[in-house]
């Protein structure tokens, strides 16, 4: 054939851009279907979101990264564009105690993450949750002020 391909039904002739459509059409279709958790994650490292959901997932796993101390007084709260934490924290102790342990903590949330974090907030205050323990204070009995029980 000279220059141009025959459909196959009659003869009715393809132009050259057809043809190449058609070729590529029928290249697709013979492929596997894609799963569709591959498909997700190559959208999104397309859009550029692959790194945001990356960063996202700090706030789930938080109690793994930092470990159940830090854990109990601290509250993920959010992560900005620009990567930064924002972190809730018991006490004003705690938030300076925590700022001075940052590099270690970042380092540790970082590994081995598409979404870098690149900085924390560390927020004192305004923590969730009731009772001491969440305070990081420790359990004490509190008596009402008045005359102690051996009457004195």
């Known amino acids: 054939m000279t220059g141009k391909e025959r459909t196959g039904r009659g003869s009715q002739p393809l132009p050259a851009g057809k043809r190449e459509a058609v070729a590529h059409e029928a290249r697709a279709m ?67 105690e925590l700022s001075l342990m940052t590099p270690r903590i970042l380092a540790r949330i970082n590994a081995g993450r598409a979404g870098r974090i690149r900085g924390i907030r ?22 009402p002020a008045g005359p102690s029980r051996n009457g004195s």
């Open 30 to 96: 013979s492929k596997r279907p894609t799963p569709l958790g591959d498909a997700l994650a190559e959208w999104l490292r397309q859009s550029g979101m692959a790194e945001r959901v990356g960063q996202a997932s700090v706030l789930e796993e938080w109690p793994r990264l930092v470990g159940p101390q830090i854990a109990r007084v601290t509250e993920p709260e959010s992560v900005s564009a620009d990567g930064v934490l924002r972190v809730r924290v018991a006490t004003a102790a705690w938030a300076q």
């Open 122 to 143: 560390w927020l004192a205050g305004g923590l969730g949750g009731s009772g001491s323990e969440g305070r990081g204070e420790p359990r004490t009995s509190r008596r």
